[in-house]
């Protein structure tokens, strides 16, 4: 009986062959970005090495004057990432280089979204006149005045 290749199995055999190199630094850009403070993944817009220089470019002039400061706080997380990621142990950069872009930012958010349910005490009532001679109209309406006093009480 034959295995079935699940899709992961088959990213993973891809991310080996040479002409897929890219798919492997970028699994390892995304997690090095992923590790610094959410102020600082909201502004980069990509990175890459090159030449032993890695090179961030960030959509914002004030974070990138502030990353600059941190260059070696940029080293340490690149080198716990080499040390900790079997994947991404052949990025090596003894050089960081910072540049603003006007490029929009990378999103990660599909994986940490958030609840966007509003949580807040109904201001609303539910105290209004339904002045429709449509039936259907009408019950809609009243539907909306159950819901609106749910959410008051």
């Not at 090596?92 to 599909?110: G, Q």
Request: charged share 30%; hydrophobic share 35%.
């Amino acid at each position: 009986m034959k295995k079935v290749k699940t899709a992961d199995s088959i990213i993973k055999q891809l991310k080996l062959l040479p002409q897929f190199k890219p798919l492997k630094r970028y699994h390892c850009y995304r997690k090095f970005i992923s590790s610094l403070i959410p102020r600082y993944q909201r502004a980069i817009a990509f990175v890459y090495i090159r030449n032993d220089t890695l090179s961030i470019a960030v959509s914002h002039p004030g974070v990138n004057m502030e990353l600059n400061s941190n260059k070696d706080f940029l080293k340490s997380i690149l080198t716990m990432l080499i040390n900790t990621d079997v994947e991404c142990k052949d990025l090596k950069a003894s050089k960081i280089v910072l540049f603003n872009t006007n490029k929009r930012p990378i999103r990660f958010e599909i994986e940490n979204r958030k609840d966007t349910v509003p949580h807040y005490m109904e201001r609303a009532l539910g105290n209004f006149e339904i002045k429709t001679e449509d039936e259907d109209l009408r019950k809609r309406f009243i539907n909306i005045r159950e819901i609106i006093k749910k959410g008051y009480m």
